[in-house]
Antibody
Framework: EVQLLESGGGLVRPGGSLRLSCAAS????????MSWVRQAPGKGLEWVSA????????YYVDSVKGRFTISRDNSRNTLYLQMNSLRAEDTALYYC???????????WGQGTLVTVSS | DIQMTQSPSTLSASVGDRVTITCRAS??????LAWYQQKPGKAPKVLIY???SLESGVPPRFSGSGSGTEFSLTISSLQPDDFATYYC????????FGQGTKVEIK
């Protein structure tokens, strides 16, 4: 059974940093691209970032380019999202998501909440 | 970037109704489109992938169609468990979600 367990969320001041982690199990982690998707309170889903299985290719939504960095440690079966220069509009529930071999998301974590507020 | 326009934003319907949600891409995405269902406090789950393929375990009352820029999700006979929010997602290269359609009880 695929399991994705996010951690690292919390309350941070504007301009601050957080690192999210996603511990994966139940599949061959290095074989799959992974994504982060966020959902602001009461709002829709927003794709944030993606990373290929071996980590060679990264993708970001324009609003986080230059501030967020996605990475992975395949030896630890863990996905990361380093978030710097956080803004109020980054406040959201952040989901770790596994991409299927052909691109859609076939498994989601339960999310970790990031709140950016002074 | 590819934009996804989903409509309607809210849909009021009764149990047994046939409902259709549409999603339009700003440029062709072939069949690289998925549909997700999300219930309050829960993570989304995939219903349809590659525009019309039903995910294992999803009831056959759900169906998807379309290609290129126009897509639709149809629920043939709405059940109580189907009241939720539905999202389309394109995965042609990067990824983008539609704004969501909340299906509520009429």
């Amino acid at each position: 059974e695929v399991q994705l367990l996010e951690s690292g969320g919390g309350l941070v001041r504007p301009g601050g940093s957080l690192r999210l982690s996603c511990a994966a199990s139940g599949f061959t982690f290095s074989s799959y691209a992974m994504s982060w998707v966020r959902q602001a309170p009461g709002k829709g889903l927003e794709w944030v970032s993606a990373l290929s299985g071996r980590g060679g290719s990264t993708y970001y939504v324009d609003s986080v380019k230059g501030r967020f960095t996605i990475s992975r440690d395949n030896s630890r079966n863990t996905l990361y999202l380093q978030m710097n220069s956080l803004r109020a509009e980054d406040t959201a529930l952040y989901y770790c998501a596994k991409r299927s071999g052909r691109g859609w998301i076939d498994n989601w974590g339960q999310g970790t909440l990031v709140t950016v507020s002074s | 970037d590819i934009q996804m326009t989903q409509s309607p934003s809210t849909l009021s319907a009764s149990v047994g109704d046939r409902v259709t949600i549409t999603c339009r891409a700003s440029q062709s995405i072939s069949i690289w489109l998925a549909w997700y269902q999300q219930k309050p406090g829960k993570a989304p789950k995939v219903l349809i992938y590659e525009a019309s393929s039903l995910e294992s375990g999803v009831p056959p009352r759900f169906s998807g169609s379309g290609s290129g820029t126009e897509f639709s999700l149809t629920i043939s006979s709405l059940q109580p468990d189907d009241f939720a929010t539905y999202y389309c997602q394109q995965y042609n290269g990067y990824s983008t979600f539609g704004q969501g359609t909340k299906v509520e009880i009429k």
